[in-house]
């Protein structure tokens, strides 16, 4: 890629945040993939974040709907991700609350259900090892998921 100015790569990314969130931590990667100074990429950010345009406690509210609703993904998934991505703990927890518990535990019985259908086991055991299996790598939670799991095998 062609090495831009400050100028042009703050330009770029107001419309690119204008048109989807972004974090800080996306914010930099793109700045490094555009080969701006690291005495810049703090100033740059800094900029974006005073005027709106990147906002991590908007990102990882939006992020956590999202992936709840149209991914499905269970809570730890959806942490692990924002932890990767840079977020503080202070704000994956509040992003976290904009997921209703009773909205979660609708998600993760619908998703078991549609699972069971599918699933082929020997034993009870079985098919409640390959549910929580599933659960798990939605990331939800264990016990949540396994009573609801109970529930269902009887």
Avoid at 53 to 75: E, Y
Avoid at 113 to 137: C, D, G, I, P, R
């Amino acid at each position: 890629m062609k090495q831009i100015t400050p100028e042009e790569a703050l330009i770029r990314l107001q419309k690119l945040c204008s048109i989807c969130e972004k974090s800080a931590y996306d914010v930099r990667k793109k700045l490094i993939e555009y080969k701006i100074e690291t005495a810049k990429i703090a100033e740059i950010i800094q900029k974006l974040q005073n005027t709106g345009f990147v906002d991590d406690c908007r990102f990882a509210c939006f992020f956590a709907r999202t992936k709840h609703n149209l991914s499905k993904w269970g809570k730890q998934k959806i942490e692990y991700q924002l932890r990767a991505k840079q977020i503080s703990e202070t704000i994956i927890a509040k992003a976290l609350n904009e997921i209703p518990d009773d909205l979660y535990n609708k998600t993760i019985t619908a998703e078991l259900a549609k699972k069971l259908k599918t699933v082929n086991a020997n034993s009870q055991s079985e098919l409640v090892a390959k549910l929580m299996k599933f659960a798990l790598s939605r990331g939800y939670d264990y016990s949540i998921s396994y009573d609801i799991i109970k529930n269902m095998t009887g």
